[in-house]
């Protein structure tokens, strides 16, 4: 019964937080890419912080990490991803770097495609992980008006070496759709079983002109073991 008043708390806070404060540019969604990418010799920090309400002992986890993004000429960023786990049994820190390419942009048609690679590792308690890549392609289609949503599209594939039953190829989804000039809904999925098939729900939030806040609940495409609550504060350079 706690867990289940605890959960219930933390989805009211996350929603009830859109009723104080539509989100500039970031390099992600919630979860997944966007089609978005920094300028050149802009540079923007983002702090995560992820849980799962259970006791350790019955799967309940935090996630902690840092995100770096720096954008270069030609439509490109490089950033990297640092994330460290606190559970029963000990987890590997994951190291994550990243690079995007926006190779294509047609603005009075509010149209993006890009392209990237995420490669994850673990730099401790390496034979608990394997390195391994997420290799996406997407496509957004910004609509018009103030308060006109942005519908991102894609696909992607795993490269390395998996666990037998994990998915290697799925589809992403994104939508963001402005309520306020400070307000947006944000929600994206990514398909199939394995460490990036999930769906959030949420909202972020516009503090100033170079900083935001996103809180938002994850819901796991392999089991409710999966499920945890996300908050990310992100500022720009």
Same mark, same amino acid.
């Given at each position: 019964?706690?867990?289940?008043?605890? +959960?219930?708390?933390? $989805? @009211?806070? &996350?929603?009830? *937080?859109?009723?104080?404060?539509?989100?500039?540019?970031?390099?992600?969604? !919630?979860?997944?890419?966007?089609?978005?990418?920094?300028?050149?010799?802009?540079?923007?920090?983002?702090?995560?912080?992820?849980?799962?309400?259970?006791?350790?002992?019955?799967?309940?986890?935090?996630?902690?990490?840092?995100?770096?993004?720096?954008?270069?000429?030609?439509?490109?960023?490089?950033?990297?991803?640092?994330?460290?786990?606190?559970?029963?049994?000990?987890?590997?820190?994951?190291?994550?770097?990243?690079?995007?390419?926006?190779?294509?942009?047609?603005?009075?048609?509010?149209?993006?495609?890009?392209?990237?690679?995420?490669?994850?590792?673990?730099? +401790?308690?390496?034979? $608990? @992980?394997? &390195?391994?890549? *997420?290799?996406?392609?997407?496509?957004?289609?910004?609509?018009?008006?103030? !308060?006109?949503?942005?519908?991102?599209?894609?696909?992607?594939?795993?490269?390395?070496?998996?666990?037998?039953?994990?998915?290697?190829?799925?589809?992403?989804?994104?939508?963001?759709?402005?309520?306020?000039?400070?307000?947006?809904?944000?929600?994206?999925?990514?398909?199939?079983?394995?460490?990036?098939?999930?769906?959030?729900?949420?909202?972020?939030?516009?503090?100033?002109?170079?900083?935001?806040?996103?809180?938002?609940?994850?819901?796991?495409?392999?089991?409710?073991?999966?499920?945890?609550?996300?908050?990310?504060?992100?500022?720009?350079?």
């Amino acid at each position: 019964m706690l867990k289940l008043n605890l +959960t219930r708390l933390a $989805l @009211a806070v &996350t929603f009830l *937080l859109a009723s104080f404060a539509a989100v500039p540019a970031q390099s992600t969604i !919630f979860n997944v890419p966007s089609t978005n990418v920094e300028g050149p010799g802009r540079v923007y920090v983002e702090g995560d912080f992820i849980m799962h309400y259970a006791s350790y002992r019955d799967g309940g986890f935090q996630t902690y990490g840092p995100r770096v993004v720096v954008g270069l000429p030609g439509k490109t960023e490089v950033g990297v991803n640092v994330f460290y786990t606190r559970a029963e049994t000990s987890q590997p820190i994951k190291v994550q770097p990243n690079f995007k390419w926006q190779f294509y942009e047609n603005e009075s048609l509010g149209l993006k495609f890009a392209a990237g690679v995420v490669i994850s590792t673990p730099i +401790t308690h390496r034979r $608990l @992980a394997s &390195t391994y890549a *997420l290799v996406y392609a997407l496509g957004s289609k910004s609509f018009p008006g103030s !308060f006109g949503p942005k519908v991102t599209f894609g696909g992607y594939r795993l490269v390395g070496s998996f666990a037998e039953g994990t998915d290697k190829t799925g589809v992403i989804i994104g939508l963001e759709q402005p309520v306020t000039s400070k307000i947006s809904f944000v929600t994206d999925w990514s398909s199939g079983k394995n460490d990036y098939g999930y769906v959030i729900a949420g909202t972020g939030i516009t503090l100033s002109p170079k900083s935001t806040f996103f809180a938002g609940y994850n819901f796991g495409n392999h089991g409710r073991g999966n499920n945890s609550l996300a908050a990310f504060y992100s500022y720009e350079f």
